[in-house]
């Protein structure tokens, strides 16, 4: 292979250079303006439900619901072990004490069954991370908080265009944040999304966004001028990153056909011959995922890394991916308990490259590479 095959790689859509331009000559290049809007009615078109906030990044949108929960000392948030740092820091910002949540042996979500034993007068909320666009476990999660009378939030980073049961990721909680880094599927650099599902969020939501302050209510006309009413920050995307994210989301079927295309390449290339040193993602049905991330699991722990080295030789960019946080130098100081399935994951998983600029050939290149390695 002549040229590295990376992990990731955004796509590029056809109205999104003149978007941008659009922005420059307006010369609104920060935030609430036409592309911002046109961003949150593609969201309440395409959700149906709640009401749904641009931020900057997929952490400033946890960070705001991290807010909206009024956490004081002694707080409790359940939170996966198994998932990138700040589905933990917006909480511990807040003063809330994590609690780790081991995620499953079948696959990386947490469950359930790992979250009950956990539950107590202390717990405010718990927050379930949807794995590679994996919901898998997400309506016995909400379930559960209902029975105890606590919050569910979804940490839908990498789920936008996943469904579970149905709805959508994102749906089910009465918050959830989704990403647009360029490491997803639909992509504006860095981007995000609160979706408010509980009304009584909303209001509070909007201030939060604005520094704490009612500036919204002032660009809509309903105040003559804009205070500080509640804590908050610079939470809001820019246009210039709206501009983009439009650009994307008119073309996210297209993104999705395209990526989904290359899943089930891989899936039908190394689904045989493999069984005794490798396992792919669990069969998603009526789970179906939207491909933002495509690992495999390996069966020897020792092996793991020396095949990313191999991979990585022949142009390959395969990676692992989240570390354990509850053995972390700072979640640690969290730790009440292992969790296994987590240190697990952290250490048998390996990602293999997906994106739109892969043809069926670099997918063939790289299962013959993953055959040849274990040969």
């Not at 149905?166 to 992509?187: C, E, L, N, Q």
């Not at 302050?213 to 500080?228: A, I």
């Not at 570390?323 to 697990?344: H, I, M, V, W």
Request: glycine letters at 6%; aromatic letters at 12%.
């Amino acid at each position: 292979m002549d040229q590295f095959i990376s992990l990731n790689r955004p796509y590029t859509a056809i109205k999104q250079l003149g978007y941008i331009q659009d922005v420059f000559d307006s010369g609104n290049w920060s935030s609430q303006g036409r592309y911002t809007s046109k961003c949150n009615q593609f969201f309440r078109d395409y959700f149906e439900t709640g009401d749904n906030l641009l931020t900057h990044s997929c952490t400033a949108a946890l960070e705001i619901a991290a807010l909206l929960l009024d956490l004081a000392e002694g707080d409790e948030v359940i939170v996966p072990a198994f998932t990138f740092v700040t589905t933990a820091s917006a909480f511990a910002l807040r003063g809330a004490r994590i609690v780790w949540a081991d995620s499953t042996r079948e696959h990386p979500n947490i469950s359930a069954e790992t979250v009950r034993p956990l539950i107590n007068q202390k717990t405010k909320a718990v927050v379930m991370v949807h794995y590679a666009g994996n919901s898998r476990g997400v309506e016995q999660l909400l379930a559960l908080c209902e029975e105890y009378g606590v919050q569910f939030i979804e940490d839908a980073a990498q789920a936008y265009f996943s469904r579970a049961g149905g709805r959508f990721a994102g749906s089910y909680g009465s918050m959830s944040a989704i990403s647009f880094h360029d490491t997803k599927p639909v992509s504006c650099g860095e981007g995000g999304l609160l979706q408010i599902n509980d009304q009584k969020w909303i209001d509070r939501a909007k201030v939060i966004l604005e520094k704490g302050t009612d500036r919204l209510l002032y660009l809509g006309g309903k105040v003559p001028e804009y205070n500080w009413r509640d804590l908050g920050s610079s939470y809001a995307a820019s246009e210039i990153q709206a501009a983009v994210l439009l650009a994307q989301l008119e073309e996210s079927p297209q993104i999705f056909l395209l990526r989904r295309a290359l899943w089930d390449q891989y899936v039908h290339l190394l689904s045989s011959g493999l069984d005794h040193v490798i396992k792919l993602p669990l069969n998603q049905i009526p789970y179906a995922n939207n491909t933002s991330v495509f690992y495999i699991e390996i069966i020897e722990a020792s092996r793991r890394n020396d095949c990313i080295s191999f991979l990585r030789s022949k142009g390959i960019g395969a990676s692992f991916h989240y570390l354990n946080l509850c053995e972390s130098p700072f979640g640690c100081r969290y730790k009440t308990r292992d969790c296994p399935n987590a240190q697990y994951w952290a250490d048998h998983l390996i990602r293999l490259p997906l994106h739109t600029e892969m043809s069926a050939m670099d997918v063939h290149y790289i299962a013959e590479m993953v055959r040849r390695y274990f040969e």
